[in-house]
C-alpha cells in the first residue's frame, strides 16, 4: 500500500519533518515559517521537483506500508 507523504526540512533547525498533507504541515508551521502558503505549495507541484527556499525544502513522496494479513 502507498500513502503520500511530505518531507520537510527546516533549515535553521536543520529537522526533518514527515507531515501526511500540505494543509498538515500548516497545521504545525505557520506560512512566515515556511515562507509561502499552501495554495501556492499545491500551484508550484511537487510531483517532479522539490519546493526550496531560505526556510525550507519541502519533498512529496511516497510511504510504503506492508500489506494487512488477513484474520
Known sequence: MK????????????KHHYFGSIVAIFSFFCQFDI???PSKLY????????????FVTIRKGELLRSRQMPK
Open 3 to 14: 500513502s503520500t507523504i511530505y518531507h520537510v526540512l527546516d533549515k535553521e533547525t536543520n
Open 35 to 37: 515562507g509561502t502558503t
Open 43 to 54: 500551484r508550484y507541484g511537487l510531483e517532479n521537483r522539490p519546493f526550496e527556499n531560505e
